[in-house]
């Protein structure tokens, strides 16, 4: 079955440049969603469209496309960012949605 | 404003049939592009996407769970139902329903899945 990667973890210093990566064989044909899950809550989208912000959500958050990954940009991290962060794109068919294995942003 | 809301038990026994119910409001069913699916989360594990059901009524089930998954909808009432037969404890997860827009991007031939609002949330227990 079709899978995107994540890594399980990434750790950043308040101020910093996170960067989170997606990967998977078909992500150059299709776009990618990131999704914000804080403890206990349901997720939010943060980035749609690889690249496209959803009203609402802080500037800091960007997103980019090359080849087989899409990454997850957040700029001048803060506190409130430590949360997981999960990809979605679709099967390598483009039929139905897939999600990755998510990845822990911890603010050190 | 675009809310949903899913309903259903909270402890089903091994081999019992669960039944979840989304409940939503803010949109049509029945607009082009527009669907409703089912993501579960076991703890502290990753979103799993269950099923999904288009305002055409395609269905898209995840393979791996086809045989066990039912989605259905009701376009009068506003309601999704997902039915999930064989109940087991790994089965036991916060089962969320979203409001999705699946669009054929022309370019590729493949759809775009974007699941923009979530339900809060129910949270299953599978145990006997």
Not at chain 1, 43 to 57: A, C, F, L
Not at chain 1, 65 to 91: F, H, K, N, P, R
Request: hydrophobic residues 30%; contains cysteine; neutral net charge.
């Amino acid at each position: 079955s079709y899978e995107l990667t994540q890594p399980p973890s990434v750790s950043v210093s308040p101020g910093q440049t996170a960067r989170i990566t997606c990967s998977g064989d078909a992500l150059p044909k299709q776009y990618a969603d990131w999704y914000q899950q804080r403890p206990g809550q349901a997720p939010v989208v943060v980035i749609y469209k690889d690249t496209e912000r959803p009203s609402g959500i802080p500037e800091r958050f960007s997103g980019s496309s090359s080849g087989t990954i899409v990454t997850l940009i957040i700029s001048g991290v803060q506190a409130e960012d430590e949360a997981d962060y999960y990809c979605q794109s679709a099967d390598s068919g483009g039929t139905y949605p897939v999600f990755g294995g998510g990845t822990k942003l911890t603010v050190l | 404003q675009i809310t949903l809301k899913e309903s259903g038990p909270t402890l089903v026994k091994p081999t019992q049939t669960l039944t979840l119910t989304c409940t939503f409001t803010g949109f049509s069913l029945s607009t082009t592009a527009v669907a409703v699916g089912w993501i579960r989360q076991p703890p502290g594990k990753a979103l799993e996407w269950l099923a999904l059901i288009s305002w055409n009524d395609d269905k898209r089930y995840r393979p791996s769970l086809k045989s066990r998954l039912t989605i259905t909808k009701d376009t009068s009432t506003n309601r999704v139902v997902l039915t999930m037969t064989n109940m087991d404890p790994v089965d036991t997860a916060t089962y969320y329903c979203a409001h999705t827009l699946r669009e054929l991007e022309l370019s590729s031939g493949y759809y775009y899945h974007h699941m923009d609002v979530w339900g809060s949330g129910t949270t299953v227990t599978v145990s006997s």
